[in-house]
């Protein structure tokens, strides 16, 4: 009956209704009511109606339409309290109760595709150490190193080093998950482990989003988790009704509705998918109008991007000063893309954007969850890859944010441009730059700044195509006052005897065109 039961623990909460559910409101997404009935006369697990609380549109345009100032976000948008309870709703069961003390099982496979080599074993063990101990309540009680042929199979290891890893689980005392540091464990492989070690298993997947989980604070963060956890429920679900299928119980019909058990329970997930998306959308849409904006005002944007824990919202902190950045040493502590204004020598005016940290053997569906955050770095006008220069693994990290960027389909011009900087200098011990074409700094002792602030604003420059420029202007008009408003001004040499003064400028063409026209000149 264990199947049954792990059903009945996490099936309710994925069924239950929202609490905001008005009946005279358009409902996006429900299940039908003869259907809902034949599943509670027929199921033993007590499926209540699927019903999420109303979402208005204003009609079909307005999904496209983008957002306008003077809208009302409840009537277009998924209010905090609904959010709050589709975050709460999906903890896939066992990963979040209390407290757990982990056995790591690092799968070190000696040759093929999978084989990593830009790293080591040891290596690889230490990061899945250190996301264990990310998370509070956790604790890494024993781990081994367990070389593997054969990966791909249900078991990883042979038959052998399973049944000696089986011993040595099951021998140590206090154990109540195991965490098997690979990329995704398919649902067979999970049922298959859990079964023979007798705890809960997880992978890297699942470790990364409970992490994910517990630093979420804003709407887009717990949305977007939400959706990442979907594949995870979706299959598991399937286990536990091919599990059920066993006993008879999985692939029969539920009363009249024509839909077997499982057919029903994944039409309702797929349901709360789509309703996620669709709110996932209208943010998305709002971040865009949030970068016409910027646009507008034509500030440069500057992503400053790395592995995670390699110091980039301390960096952004030295660089604008801005003290109500707290960083933190832990992995994944910034889940949110904030913007942070900042000055470079010449007085410019950028925007430098924190985002989320990346990983190494993270499945492209947890990216794709986040595609609306990552999104920002496409539109920027520059990137700042961090790399922490004393970790053992720097090489790797390198290799595996470059790769996501890859993925990500960022353009040529940023990845051409891209400025590569080596901080935590200071923790290396005669440190030597060995690397053309990247700064050396150390974010925390604000060492290397000057040089990393003149890189970024020559760049900026160069990608914006903004002009340099020296402009005679006439002090009785308000020429000077508008150039400081519009542009960049580096100096003002004034000539007292006729007036006027010579402006060093940094200022777009868009700017030096409205310029022109507004004062005349030639």
């Not at 298993?201 to 956890?229: G, W």
């Not at 349901?271 to 005002?297: D, T």
Request: aromatic share 6%; proline share 4%.
């Amino acid at each position: 009956m264990t199947a049954p039961r792990r059903i009945r623990s996490w099936l309710p909460l994925l069924l239950r209704p929202c609490p905001r559910a008005a009946p005279t409101s358009r409902t996006l997404l429900h299940a039908p009511p003869h259907r809902a009935a034949a599943a509670r006369a027929a199921s033993p697990l007590q499926i209540r109606p699927f019903a999420l609380s109303a979402w208005r549109m204003r009609n079909t345009d307005d999904f496209s339409s983008g957002f306008t100032e003077g809208e009302e976000e409840d009537e277009d948008f998924i209010d905090d309290s609904e959010v709050e309870e589709l975050f709460q709703q999906q903890l896939p069961a066992g990963i979040g109760e209390g407290q757990h003390r982990v056995f790591i099982v690092h799968p070190d496979v000696k040759w093929g595709s999978r084989k990593q080599h830009l790293t080591t074993a040891e290596l690889m063990m230490a990061e899945a150490v250190g996301l264990v101990n990310t998370l509070d309540n956790w604790r890494v009680v024993d781990k081994i190193v367990l070389s593997t042929k054969t990966p791909e199979k249900k078991r990883i290891f042979g038959k052998g080093n399973f049944q000696s890893l089986t011993e040595k689980i099951r021998k140590t005392a206090g154990i109540t998950a195991v965490f098997v540091n690979v990329e995704r464990l398919s649902p067979l492989s999970e049922r298959e482990l859990e079964e023979a070690w007798g705890v809960k298993v997880f992978d890297r997947y699942s470790v990364v989003l409970h992490i994910f989980r517990c630093n979420a604070r804003t709407k887009e963060a717990k949305l977007q988790i939400s959706l990442a956890e979907i594949p995870l429920l979706r299959s598991r679900l399937k286990n536990e009704v091919a599990h059920l299928d066993q006993q008879g119980g999985g692939s029969r019909y539920i009363g009249g509705s024509g839909e077997t058990l499982l057919e029903v329970q994944q039409r309702l997930l797929k349901e709360r998918e789509l309703k996620i998306r669709a709110a996932l959308e209208k943010l998305r849409r709002k971040r865009h109008l949030l970068r016409s904006q910027r646009k507008h005002k034509e500030f440069p944007v500057v992503s400053v991007l790395g592995y995670t824990n390699c110091g980039k919202t301390t960096l952004i902190k030295a660089l604008t000063g801005d003290h109500s950045l707290q960083p933190r040493n832990q992995l994944f502590a910034t889940l949110d893309v904030t913007v942070h204004a900042g000055q470079l020598p010449s007085h410019m005016t950028v925007l430098y954007v924190d985002t989320i940290g990346f990983l190494s053997q993270l499945p492209h569906q947890l990216i794709d969850s986040f595609s609306a955050t990552l999104e920002d770095i496409k539109h920027s006008d520059l990137l700042v890859h961090v790399r922490d220069i004393s970790h053992p693994e720097t090489v790797n990290q390198k290799a595996n944010v470059l790769n996501v960027l890859e993925n990500l389909q960022i353009p040529d011009r940023l990845m051409n441009s891209m400025i590569e900087v080596h901080n935590k200098i200071d923790l290396v011990d005669n440190y030597q730059l060995t690397e053309p074409h990247t700064l050396p700094i150390s974010a925390l002792e604000e060492r290397g700044l000057d040089e990393l602030k003149r890189a970024v604003e020559e760049q900026i420059v160069s990608s914006t195509g903004k002009h340099i420029l020296d402009l005679k202007v006439d002090l009785s008009t308000p020429q000077l006052s508008w150039l400081y408003k519009e542009a960049t001004v580096q100096d003002v040499r004034v000539n007292a005897d006729d007036g006027s003064a010579v402006v060093a400028v940094i200022i777009s063409a868009a700017a030096y065109g409205r310029y022109k026209k507004l004062f005349a000149v030639r």
